[in-house]
């Protein structure tokens, strides 16, 4: 199994390179679903949100006024991420997140602003609009009050996928958060509004790419070490914000499957066959991120970011395969 | 790796059925982009091509006049097929081809011709049009007299994928030929004119099915049979039109890999894992069959048919996974 499964990845890689496509101006419809077949990333540039060029820290501030905003703390940048707790366990780990306004995220993302903690806006849970809004119901939001700069659709996105989205979510961080590795069941459109965000990318066919380890010596199950482990889950935690954040254990909460790599752009923790990809997306540029594709995400300075997330096509085979590789290199495959 | 691709296929038939969805009218190029995303067999109705539908025998044997057309004949329907010599040797083996008018090749047909060969006009080498026409160079067809009846391409096919076709083919033959189980590196649209074809049809990811076995039983490689084998290469043979048909082995050609299930509808000749489905295409119907799709292909009374080829997106995970899923159960991926 491993062996076929690094020729598959090596084939993939043989015939698609490391190219990522270069569009000066949005695709069309048809143009797009044509993108979705091939499933690669594509950077898109000249899609056009006048509104969003005009958010500035005071306007931003000031359209939110009081209203209270759900955000991400954490000791290290990293939400939702494996840590070691002082025990020397490895938990994935969820943030502490605490209500505050626009007005007091924006402070704490200041270089002065002198608190040890990461701060990051990453609710994630269409924050913006959740499919909710899509079925035509209530969708109570944080950010109701920015809708009218934030557009609900991606015109060529849903017409060419024929649906609707189902979340849109703000991101606002710091140089200081990384969202560490993983992949997500969706097609993804991704739009960078101030800074930069470097992703780090690879092929749904590279999950089988271990720690640090090549895959080629082990060609035998049981593996031992799985891109992907079960880890139990903890929270960072505070009773109060004068308070330092301690990594509580969850025992009630199942363990969660969760990238065994921290950071694949540190050399070595990546085997030599595996095909990394890197790629900046500046203020005013878009990522087409296709489902199944691993992305480890950091930032340059304060950065702004939207992002439109569409249901992939379950019907065919795309999603039976992408599940066959994540099963692979899993325990669940080998234990039936 | 028998039971991760036993598995595979049997989550890709859990959540997609025996499913075929049926258009009343051929699909806007933008909905047939996202067909050949999902890249499952649609029945397409309601596709008119007007000039086809007067074609009697009288007219096309009038049309074509003198012009010799090149007919498969065989003493068992099978061009292409597995077949057993008499020394009781498996061989591939192909038609044995002649040169007739097509007022001879539709008398040929006729249930009193009282010859016992069986005639087949297959030669889906682009017999119409060939991908030289396609790049504007003299593409020279034996059915040059008939291409103003026939479309060189299906509008909404051509610009659903961005491209021509890579071959336009005619097909005319009886009850008695079938074409043997395979697969085509090819997006498939096939209209039926007259009569009926009657397709047995498995996803790519039934390539793993066995000759009257269950592969279950079987995890471990090297698997004795395969689907798909190796077997030297034979052509039926005649030194005239008088002469019965021979089968000469052809010592000079490398063997061919084909299926070994000669044919898929009888009981016990597939595993009762596999997933055949079965429909039928009347004239005037038209199937659009993806890419790595197996089939196999019956015809009632006399039938003529149109098929446009074009070439599948190469890039992506498409043509790897369908190459994967094939060298799964051949031997050069154990080879290596």
Same mark, same amino acid.
Request: hydrophobic residues 35%; charged residues 20%; contains cysteine.
């Given at each position: 199994?491993?062996?076929?499964?690094?020729? &598959?990845?090596?084939?993939?890689?043989?015939? %698609?390179?490391?190219?990522?496509?270069?569009?000066?101006?949005?695709?069309?419809?048809?143009?797009?679903?044509? &993108?979705?077949?091939?499933?690669?990333?594509?950077?898109?540039?000249?899609?056009?949100?006048? /509104?969003?060029?005009?958010?500035?820290?005071?306007?931003?501030? =000031? $359209? @939110?006024?009081?209203?209270?905003?759900?955000?991400?703390?954490?000791? %290290?940048?990293?939400?939702?991420?494996?840590t070691q707790s002082p025990d020397g366990k490895l938990y994935f780990v969820e943030p502490h997140v605490e209500s505050m306004k626009m007005s007091e995220l924006l402070s704490?993302?200041?270089? !002065? =602003?002198?608190? *040890?903690?990461?701060?990051?806006?990453?609710?994630?849970?269409?924050?913006?609009?959740?499919?909710? +809004? +899509?079925?035509?119901?209530?969708?109570?939001?944080?950010?109701? &009050?920015?809708?009218?700069? #934030?557009? /609900?659709?991606?015109?060529?996105?849903?017409?060419?996928?024929?649906?609707?989205?189902? =979340?849109? %979510?703000?991101?606002?961080?710091? #140089?200081? /958060?990384?969202?560490?590795?993983?992949?997500?069941?969706?097609?993804?459109?991704?739009?960078?509004?101030?800074? /930069?965000?470097?992703?780090?990318?690879?092929? *749904?066919?590279?999950?089988?790419? @271990?720690?640090?380890?090549?895959? $080629?010596?082990?060609?035998?199950?049981?593996?031992?070490? +799985?891109?992907?482990?079960?880890? *139990?889950?903890?929270?960072?935690?505070?009773?109060?914000?004068? !308070?330092?954040?301690?990594?509580?254990?969850?025992?009630?909460?199942? *363990?969660?499957?969760?990238?065994?790599?921290?950071?694949?752009?540190?050399?070595?923790?990546?085997?030599?066959?595996?095909?990394?990809?890197?790629?900046?997306?500046? =203020?005013?540029?878009?990522?087409?991120?296709?489902?199944?594709?691993?992305?480890?995400?950091?930032?340059?300075?304060?950065?702004?970011?939207?992002?439109?997330?569409?249901?992939?096509?379950?019907?065919?085979?795309?999603?039976?395969?992408?599940?066959?590789?994540?099963?692979?290199?899993?325990?669940?495959?080998?234990?039936?």
């Amino acid at each position: 199994m491993a062996s076929a499964v690094s020729h &598959l990845s090596s084939e993939y890689h043989d015939l %698609n390179g490391d190219h990522i496509d270069v569009l000066e101006q949005p695709p069309t419809a048809l143009e797009f679903s044509r &993108l979705v077949h091939i499933s690669r990333p594509v950077l898109i540039r000249g899609m056009q949100i006048p /509104s969003v060029q005009f958010w500035d820290d005071e306007y931003l501030a =000031a $359209t @939110l006024g009081e209203t209270e905003i759900s955000v991400a703390v954490t000791p %290290n940048g990293r939400a939702d991420a494996v840590t070691q707790s002082p025990d020397g366990k490895l938990y994935f780990v969820e943030p502490h997140v605490e209500s505050m306004k626009m007005s007091e995220l924006l402070s704490k993302l200041s270089p !002065e =602003a002198g608190d *040890p903690n990461i701060y990051y806006l990453q609710s994630q849970n269409g924050n913006v609009y959740s499919s909710r +809004f +899509f079925e035509g119901v209530h969708d109570p939001s944080e950010f109701e &009050l920015l809708r009218h700069d #934030i557009p /609900s659709e991606i015109p060529w996105c849903s017409e060419g996928l024929g649906k609707s989205p189902d =979340a849109v %979510n703000l991101w606002i961080g710091s #140089i200081h /958060s990384v969202t560490s590795i993983h992949t997500d069941p969706y097609e993804n459109i991704y739009t960078v509004v101030r800074g /930069s965000k470097h992703f780090t990318l690879l092929p *749904p066919t590279d999950g089988w790419c @271990l720690k640090g380890a090549t895959v $080629t010596a082990a060609l035998d199950y049981p593996l031992m070490h +799985f891109l992907e482990r079960m880890y *139990p889950h903890g929270t960072w935690t505070r009773k109060s914000p004068e !308070e330092p954040l301690t990594l509580m254990p969850s025992p009630n909460v199942p *363990p969660i499957r969760w990238s065994s790599v921290a950071d694949p752009d540190l050399p070595g923790n990546l085997p030599p066959e595996a095909h990394p990809i890197q790629i900046t997306i500046d =203020a005013g540029e878009t990522l087409y991120l296709p489902p199944g594709w691993w992305h480890h995400v950091r930032q340059s300075d304060n950065t702004i970011a939207l992002n439109w997330w569409y249901d992939m096509e379950m019907r065919g085979m795309s999603w039976v395969f992408l599940s066959f590789l994540r099963k692979c290199w899993g325990r669940s495959i080998w234990e039936r």
